[in-house]
């Protein structure tokens, strides 16, 4: 099989917000062909893509779902190691687009100016259900509800847009779903409406076994959870279990820290 021909996931952290000793924070690259993506952007994800080998000009575009700090906390140092490490190559930036003033301007308050940047920066704001293609991709974001509690709390006195985004990724002859951060099985409608070779779904925000049930007739390959968390963290057997005794013949895996998947 020919590099244009293999589509693997590397998950660089598969942690939930919580601080942890053992997890890394949200962060998964994925190859598919001879494109190569991250999304999300949670800290360590410069030291996880060194220890693994992707040099500065290896990533074409970073797709963050949304500005929670596990999720996109560790941005600034990469963009840092790409200035230090001399990348050349133009990025694509994929963020809601309440995220790119401020991101830009975190990166001037970091002294990463753009004049010192041998690369040019592409930053594209998310449209809910408008494919960006380009690279041989087709991604399409799709609107999470994961911080609608957080805008009915506190919307009247931080008026933002409090965007998430799941995204459906097509590229290399496989479809991909990325759950991101969801608020409800209800988000994952648009994610799972086409077949898919992989689902990348969190369990953090849902009831496990509702959303077991929920995904076990549906045309999937191959499942890949993550962002564990909670009681289930610490009944792991319990949790595998119960997948088993709900998702049928769905193969699944959930997912840790440096496992390779091949899609």
């Not at 993550?226 to 057997?237: I, N």
Request: charged share 20%.
């Amino acid at each position: 099989m020919s590099t244009m021909d293999t589509a693997t996931l590397t998950c660089l952290g598969t942690g939930d917000g919580h601080p942890s000793a053992d997890r890394n924070h949200s962060a998964f690259l994925y190859r598919l062909g001879g494109v190569t993506l991250l999304v999300d952007c949670g800290e360590p994800a410069t030291r996880q893509l060194r220890a693994h080998g992707v040099g500065a000009d290896d990533i074409d575009r970073i797709l963050i779902t949304h500005l929670h700090c596990d999720h996109i906390g560790g941005i600034f140092m990469l963009m840092q190691g790409f200035w230090l490490l001399g990348r050349k190559k133009p990025l694509t930036i994929h963020l809601p687009a309440e995220g790119e003033a401020p991101v830009r301007q975190m990166l001037n308050a970091s002294y990463i100016f753009p004049e010192l940047l041998a690369f040019a920066t592409d930053w594209q704001p998310w449209q809910c259900a408008t494919p960006i293609t380009g690279d041989g991709l087709i991604l399409t974001p799709h609107y999470s509800t994961h911080l609608e509690g957080l805008r009915a709390a506190h919307g009247a006195k931080h008026p933002q847009k409090f965007e998430a985004f799941g995204i459906a990724i097509e590229g290399a002859g496989k479809r991909i779903a990325h759950s991101g951060d969801i608020g409800g099985l209800h988000d994952l409608h648009p994610l799972v409406a086409q077949p898919l070779d992989l689902l990348l779904c969190e369990v953090a925000h849902c009831e496990p076994a509702q959303l077991f049930q929920f995904l076990a007739d549906k045309p999937i390959k191959q499942i890949a959870f993550t962002h564990v968390g909670g009681k289930w963290r610490e009944r792991r057997a319990e949790l595998i279990g119960l997948a088993q005794s709900q998702l049928g013949k769905i193969p699944f895996t959930f997912v840790e820290d440096n496992q390779r998947l091949t899609i």
